[in-house]
């Protein structure tokens, strides 16, 4: 039998990864939110991985509980992750997926571009996503997981920060069509941030085509989640840290934002 595969959070994404995995042959052992880590490191303590699967608001506390012994074999795939945030809490070579597919409770999942994977554990999930007819693709070194990674959150930040602006329901293709100078001025902001957050600067044209490929690769993918505001209060927040001027921001939030105080 296959080692198993822990999975933290059984949420719709961990449902992906979790059917996939059964699916090539490994035990899938769930961690819930009401189970103790410690206690299922115990009766699992030598998996094939760790795939942690929480949300981002629940991310860094699952990294600062984890027990030792799972410490070394980890996987992760939150939205707007970058280097930073495992190396701070200590994980040196994690195994990380810049998801570019989105499931949600009720609906199947729909593809917008293949998920860029890379990590020790990296063919083990393209496999398991590959078997659900889910594109992957294993990538060969940190700097491409770095592209990767701003990428992705180049398009979630810049389409939802936008979203806030345009009429309810308003989908990536207007934006980009018919918004198209507010796009750019918004993720040049954006990508200013990131440069600092991953402190190198990336050919900003590659990016922009990048994002623009996940938008035409579903046309009719909605702007604005509910996580829009608290994503526009993180890119002020790092803003502000940096110095970075972002006037389109600061705009947008005045007009949109979470009231201060």
């Not at 020790?120 to 990767?148: N, T, W, Y």
């Amino acid at each position: 039998m296959k080692k198993p595969v822990v999975i933290i959070g059984m949420g719709e994404m961990g449902g992906v990864f979790a059917r996939g995995l059964l699916k090539r042959g490994h035990p899938v052992y769930p961690v819930t939110r009401n189970m103790d880590m410690a206690r299922a490191a115990e009766a699992v303590p030598d998996p094939e991985l760790v795939l942690v699967a929480v949300g981002e608001n629940d991310l860094y506390g699952v990294m600062e509980d984890l027990p030792e012994v799972w410490r070394s074999r980890l996987g992760f795939l939150q939205n707007e992750l970058l280097p930073r945030d495992w190396l701070a809490h200590g994980f040196e070579h994690p195994t990380v997926v810049a998801v570019w597919f989105e499931k949600k409770k009720g609906q199947d999942t729909r593809v917008l571009i293949p998920s860029p994977i890379y990590g020790p554990a990296a063919p083990l999930l393209a496999e398991a996503l590959e078997i659900l007819d889910l594109p992957a693709q294993v990538l060969k070194s940190a700097l491409q997981l770095e592209f990767e990674l701003v990428r992705k959150n180049l398009y979630i930040l810049t389409t939802n920060i936008v979203g806030m602006e345009l009429a309810s329901g308003a989908d990536v293709t207007t934006l980009w069509n018919e918004h198209n100078a507010l796009a750019r001025e918004v993720a040049d902001e954006i990508l200013a941030i990131q440069a600092y957050l991953t402190g190198r600067e990336q050919d900003p044209e590659k990016l922009i085509a990048g994002m623009v490929a996940g938008i035409e690769g579903d046309p009719t993918h909605k702007c604005m989640g509910r996580s829009a505001p608290a994503r526009l209060e993180r890119a002020l927040h790092f803003a502000n840290q940096a110095h970075i001027k972002v006037p389109r921001l600061r705009a947008i939030h005045a007009r949109h934002g979470r009231p201060r105080g």
